[in-house]
């Protein structure tokens, strides 16, 4: 499942993001949602999240 509905996205559910500094590499990093951060209900690049270790990135795969 791709990242781009809100309503696909819970906190604690495991995903893999892309992170503002690897977004030309395309380098996913996993965690574990912590918040949600885009407002929106959908979004073309992914919804932006922040994990529990504070890492923030958009979601590109739902695990």
Do not use: F, Y
């Amino acid at each position: 499942m791709n990242g781009q509905n809100r309503k696909d996205i819970k906190p604690g559910i495991e995903v893999e993001i892309v992170l503002k500094a690897d977004q030309r590499t395309g380098k996913l990093t996993t965690g574990t949602v912590k918040d949600i951060l885009t407002n929106s209900s959908t979004h073309p690049h992914g919804i932006k999240v922040r994990l529990t270790d504070g890492q923030v990135g958009r979601v590109q795969k739902i695990k």
